[in-house]
Structure formats: C-alpha cells, structure tokens
C-alpha cells in the first residue's frame, strides 16, 4: 500500500462528509415524524420536537390500534398481500417456464411472448380499466385488488431470464428418464430457482402492501379498504377524515399530528422488518434482470 | 409439424391458460374498451348502445382552457425528474465507489434505499408533516436563517420543485444500485494499467470509470425517453391540492378526475388514450435506440 497524496487525502475526507450528508438528508425526515409520533400533544403542535420525542408517550400509538378501521385496513391488506401473493407467484411460475423455451422446443412460444409484451407497451388507461372491473362485478370484491394485476409481467420477464440461464443438460437428461414438462417445471426448475422466486415474491408483496390506488377506486365501503388506502383518505385528505374534529378535542395526549405520524409509523412496520431480505435480493434481482439471455 | 410434437407441445399451452384468460380480461379488454373516447358514453346504455360521435371528444379535450397546461406540466415535471434521476444516482455512485470502509459504504447503501420501498401515502404524509409551514421540520430550520415560512406544497411556483427534490429523496439510492453495479463490472486491469501510464485519480476516473459506465448510462438515459409522459401520479395525487393546479396538475390527475370525479368517461379515455399513444411511440422508440446503442433487448 502506497501513502495517500495530500489532495487524495482531502477528496477522502470531503467525499465521507458528503456521503453522510446525503444518507442523513435522507434518513431525517423518518426519524423526525418517528419522534413526532412518540411526543405529547403539546410538544408537537408547539413545533418543539426535532429528531427525538419531547414527553414521550405512546398515546397515539395506543389510539391508534384501538381504532376499529385501522385494524380491519390491516386486516384486509394481510389478506390483499397473501392472495395477491399466491396468486402472483404461481402465474409468473406458469408462465415464465414455457416462454423460456427455445422456439424448436414451443413453436408458439413467440406469439405467447408479444401477447404478453403488448401489455407492457400499451394499456387501456384509467377509465376502460375501470369499466372492466366493475363490469365483471368485481366492484368492493378483495379480487378487484388482485386478479388485475394477477400476471406480474416484469417478474415473468425475470423469472424466465433465470430460467433461460439454466444448463439445457439437465432437462435433456429429465426428458430421457421419461419426465413430462410438468414434473421437469416442479421438481427440477423450481427447486434450483429460489433466489429468483424470493425476488419476485418480495416484487410482488411489496407491491400489494403499499397498493392504495386500487382500493380507493374499486371499493365503494371504506370497510373493504386495505390498510394504505384508508391511511391515504385520513393522512392526505383529512376532510374525508373518519375521525371527526370533536373526538380529537375529546383526548388529551393524541393530536391529529402525532396520530397520523404514528399510523405512518405502523404502516411502514412490516416494510421495515423484511427490509434486510429486500436489500439481499432487490440487488440480485436487479443483476439477474440485467443479464438478459 | 408434426402430431408427435404438437402432443409434446400441450403442456406448454396448458401452463400459459391461466395467464392468457386472465389477461384478455384485464389488459386486453380495456384496450377494446377505448373505443368509449369515440363515444358519448352513458354507463346506463353501455358500450354497445351508447352514441358514436367520432373526434368530438378529443376536439373538446383540445379546447380544454387547462389542457395545454396539463400537458405542460406532466413534460416540465418529468423531464426534470428524469435528468435528476439520471445526474444524482451517478454521482452518488462515482462517489460511494471511492470509499473504502465497506461498513460505511453498506450503511450509506442502506440507508439511501429504504425510502424506495415505502409507498407514496406512508411518503406523502412525512413530506407534508416536514414541509408544513406552521409546524414542519424544514420551515423551522429555515427559520434560523431568518427565511420566512415556504409553503412548499401549496406555493404553485415551488410545487414543481418540491415534487423533483421528494421524487429523488425516494427514488435515488435505488439508481445508485444499478451504476454501482456496473462500476465493480469495470476490468481491474484498466486501472492498473493507467497507473502504469501514470493516470491520477482524476484521469483514471475520467478515462477508465466513465466510458465503463457509458453503456449503461446511455441505455438508462435512452429507456427513460419513455416516461417523458410520467410524472408520477401516486406522488403528485397524493402531494398536490387546488392550490397548485396551475402548475401541478398533469394528465394522469386530470384524467383521474374528469373521469372517476365528474363522470365524463368518453373525455377521460380520449385524455387518456392521447397520453398512451405518444407513450407507446415513445417506449418502442427508446426501445429501438437502446437495441442500436447498448444491446438491449426486453425479451
């Protein structure tokens, strides 16, 4: 190792202060409303709390979960994300495998393959989809919020680039010992491709967690909005607000600011937790995404 | 072809039904349905009995006092979106490529990739909290330097702006990813090489990292010619009021509303469909580029 020149040295220095700037302009306004969230009443209407709670208290947190719409919100968004998720996963399995077959092996492969690119390049818009949806009486039905979306394009696309990189050996081989494609698809792709799977599969919950708009158009009941969209109706539009002005006036700790922050809060919990898996195989994901075979 | 194959084929077929069904019913469909911009359109007389009245739905759209300004803002919002998307993810990634403390280099990575992840509601609410004039963080540190109270959303000149700087605040560390992928693809043995030629950090940077990195910056900047026409409607939708119309409000909101709000489907399509056609030119155009240019190709 050679010794660092002077102007090396300050380059050095100068390049960590703006790295850390940049990663604590990012992190801040989280911790500020995080700190929001956990500060009295007073302390947050005042404008006292900066990146740490002023009386802390977990009122609005304790408010908040007692709220009967936030719980049914993260019930309906538990069971968004499990059905969407299912439903996702086993289209894109399904049809990933035969679209990464060379043309001698699917002669119709290519035809396949523009029907389901045309949709990436061109879409019906806002209002003919929603026509569709409420035509086949979807309208405040959890499938609205699902089968839309059911066949995840881009995770196909992902899914049968891994699947193309796979050694053509191993499925000669499986067709030899007389395997048919089914069982060559679930016993022998399937297994090899779980770093593939585990991307999209966080592709796709990911997706269906923070999903608002869908909920808000397609269900007429707030009953039937998953989590995101009943936050998006009380935290951006509060004249829609399910919470009146007077039972606010009735609590002494929560205020509307410290609530909505604690809901964020709660609403960002389980992005938070799978945070580490998603850094894993987002980074993969995109590589494997951009090795196209 | 013969018997023997198309029996071998079915499986094939089989796997891909549920997928096709699904869709037909719900991407193809709705491109059938765009026929409605050429209709008066009553959802009580539906698509086959309501009025056919040819362009009169895209003329009215024209004659639109706010439409030219729709169409202003979603290019002036998304242009600027798409450079600052390509400058900062660069430089960011120039940048943590230097560093050689890999646990700082991670933390940073961390760090700057978890806004990506959170929708624009959970966003939404944290950006008006630290923006309000009253009560926000920012305004308050602003305060110390004597700057008068900025209503960032509600002020239709800095709307725009506070749109670009919160759009890059979730979206960059994301970028990061994909240039500092390409930045550890770089031959080592270039760098080595221009020591030897006696090349300092500048010109190593200048001569070996940049022209390494010049096919993937060429295939983002030629692939994001496709969002000329979006300007991020889950962000503007949930950030934007009646405020700052004039200067915010862009195709997407506005077919949202003239749509879903005031029930004028034929409009609402026709908006929509002029919006879809310039976009599908767009993305086959930059496609067509990025396959001349970089290699790429979609599938």
Redesign the interface.
């Known amino acids: 190792m050679h010794k660092l020149s002077t102007g090396r040295k300050v380059f050095l220095v100068v390049n960590f202060v703006v790295l850390f700037l940049a990663a604590l302009l990012c992190i801040l306004p989280l911790i500020n409303v995080l700190a929001i969230s956990f500060s009295s009443k007073a302390a947050a209407s005042g404008g006292y709390v900066n990146f740490w709670p002023v009386d802390f208290t977990t009122a609005s947190y304790q408010y908040a979960l007692s709220k009967p719409e936030f719980l049914a919100g993260f019930l309906v968004s538990l069971k968004r994300v499990a059905l969407g998720y299912s439903i996702n996963i086993l289209l894109a399995i399904l049809t990933a495998y035969p679209l990464a077959k060379e043309r001698s092996t699917f002669s119709y492969r290519h035809i396949y393959a523009w029907f389901f690119i045309v949709t990436m390049l061109f879409s019906g818009g806002l209002i003919p989809t929603y026509i569709t949806v409420k035509e086949v009486g979807l309208l405040d039905s959890i499938w609205a919020l699902v089968l839309p979306g059911a066949v995840p394009v881009f995770s196909v696309i992902l899914l049968m680039n891994f699947f193309r990189n796979m050694p053509k050996e191993i499925e000669e081989a499986a067709l030899i010992d007389g395997a048919g494609q089914w069982r060559i698809l679930w016993s022998i792709f399937l297994p090899l491709s779980i770093p593939a799977i585990a991307t999209i599969s966080l592709f796709s919950v990911v997706g269906h967690w923070n999903a608002w708009f869908d909920g808000l158009i397609y269900m007429n009941s707030q009953a039937n909005y998953p989590l995101q969209s009943y936050l998006q109706t009380i935290i951006i539009t509060p004249e829609l607000n399910a919470v009146s002005g007077n039972e606010l006036l009735d609590m002494n700790e929560v205020s509307d600011r410290t609530f909505k922050a604690a809901q964020v809060f709660l609403a960002s919990l389980p992005v938070l937790v799978i945070y580490p898996f998603l850094q894993k195989y987002f980074m993969k994901g995109l590589v494997m995404g951009s090795v196209k075979g | ?1 013969s018997w023997n ?1 198309k029996l071998q ?1 079915i ?3 089989l ?2 039904i ?3 069904v ?2 037909i ?10 026929v ?1 911009a050429f209709q008066k359109f009553q ?1 009580a007389k539906g698509i086959f009995n309501s009025k056919w009245i040819g362009f009169d739905n895209f003329e009215y759209m024209l004659n639109m006092p706010n439409f030219t300004s729709v169409l202003w803002n979603t290019v002036f919002i998304a242009v600027i979106k798409i450079i600052a998307g390509l400058i900062v993810p660069i430089v ?1 990634a120039l ?2 490529n ?3 403390n890999a646990f ?1 280099k991670r ?2 990575q ?6 990506h ?6 966003l ?7 923006l309000s004039p ?2 926000g ?1 920012v305004n ?1 540190f602003l305060g110390y330097f004597g700057i008068k109270p900025i209503f960032f959303l509600g002020n239709e000149n800095w709307f725009p702006y506070t749109l670009v700087i919160t759009d890059t ?1 979730k979206s960059f ?1 994301y970028g990061t ?2 240039y500092l ?1 390409a930045l550890t693809a770089i031959n080592q043995q270039l760098y080595e090489a221009a020591v030897v030629d006696g090349a300092n ?1 500048w010109q190593q940077t200048w001569h070996v990292t940049l022209p390494g990195m010049m096919p993937i910056i060429t295939l983002m900047t030629v692939l994001s010619l496709g969002d000329v026409l979006n300007a991020g ?2 962000q503007v ?2 950030l934007y009021s009646p405020m700052v119309y004039s200067t915010g409000d862009i195709i ?1 909101t506005f ?2 509303r003239i ?2 709000i005031e029930a004028q ?1 034929g409009v ?2 026709a908006v ?2 002029f ?2 056609v310039i976009a ?1 030119g767009l ?2 155009w930059s496609n067509k580029l990025a396959n001349k240019y970089a290699g ?4």
């Open positions: 072809m194959k084929e499986p094939f077929h796997m891909l549920p997928g096709v699904l869709t019913i719900f991407s193809y469909v709705p491109i059938a349905g765009i409605i959802p960011v940048l943590l230097e560093v050689a700082f933390t940073v961390t760090i700057i990739y978890f806004p992840f959170l929708s624009w509601v959970i939404g609410g944290i950006v008006v909290d630290i009253s009560s963080i308050q605040w560390g990813i994909v992928a950090r409607f889950e939708f949930n997407d077919v949202y749509g879903l489907y609402a399509t929509g469909l919006k879809s599908f993305i086959v790429y190709r979609v599938f």
